[in-house]
């Protein structure tokens, strides 16, 4: 069964950090781009951001740029997105997805929330 | 950036009738147009790419056409289960990406 698992959310301080993570599988996990999708609390879906197959490009919506980095492990199946300097506009649910060829996101987490607060 | 005008943003309809949701993109994306389910507490769920394809799995009574700017997420035949949250995405910038701020398709 194809299938991704997030964990690591949790609490966390303004001005601190987290590391996400999204365990794949039943499909061959280097073979596809990935991505991180969040939604805020009563909120829509944002594109947070994305990395190709071998992890040699990234890239960033603008409110993330600087603070979050993706990365993936290929050898462990996994996706991971360490966020630093989280402000409270970063409290939401956190998706894993997988790209297709079509570009769109086939597969999905179930989520993991990110609350940030004092 | 490309952004994403869904409308309506909430839509009223009874089991059985044909439902309409539009998405306008703020330049051409060809046909770079993908729509998603969400029900409430769940992840999202691919429905259709490419505008108009439709993902396996999906009911046949969902369909999406248009290309440009334009586009349509149709409903021939509203079903109980399809009372959601539907967004447009656009994939035009990939590997950057736009939703749409969502459609929540609520039972009259």
């Known amino acids: 069964e194809v299938q991704l698992v997030e964990s690591g959310g949790g609490l966390a301080q303004p001005g601190g950090s987290l590391r996400l993570s999204c365990a794949a599988s039943?499909?061959?996990?280097?073979?596809?781009?990935m991505t991180w999708v969040r939604q805020a609390p009563g909120k829509g879906l944002e594109w947070v951001a994305h990395i190709k197959r071998d992890g040699s490009e990234e890239y960033y919506v603008d409110s993330v740029k600087g603070r979050f980095a993706i990365s993936r492990d290929n050898a462990k199946n996994s996706l991971y997105l360490q966020m630093n300097s989280l402000t409270a506009e970063d409290t939401a649910i956190y998706y894993c997805?997988?790209?297709?060829?079509?570009?769109?996101?086939?597969?999905w987490g179930q989520g993991t929330m990110v609350t940030v607060s004092s | 950036d490309i952004q994403m005008t869904q409308s309506p943003s909430s839509l009223s309809a009874s089991v059985g009738e044909r439902v309409t949701i539009t998405c306008r993109a703020s330049q051409s994306i060809s046909t770079y147009l993908n729509w998603y389910q969400q029900k409430s507490g769940r992840a999202p769920k691919l429905l259709i790419y490419a505008a108009s394809t439709l993902q396996t799995g999906v009911p046949s009574r969902f369909s999406g056409s248009g290309s440009g700017t334009d586009f349509t997420l149709t409903i021939s035949s509203l079903q109980p289960e399809d009372f959601a949250t539907y967004y447009c995405q656009q994939s035009y910038s990939n590997p950057v990406y736009t939703f749409g701020q969502g459609t929540k398709l609520e039972n009259k």
């Open positions: 997805a997988r790209s297709d060829w079509s570009h769109a996101f086939d597969v």
């Open positions: 039943g499909f061959r996990f280097n073979g596809y781009w």
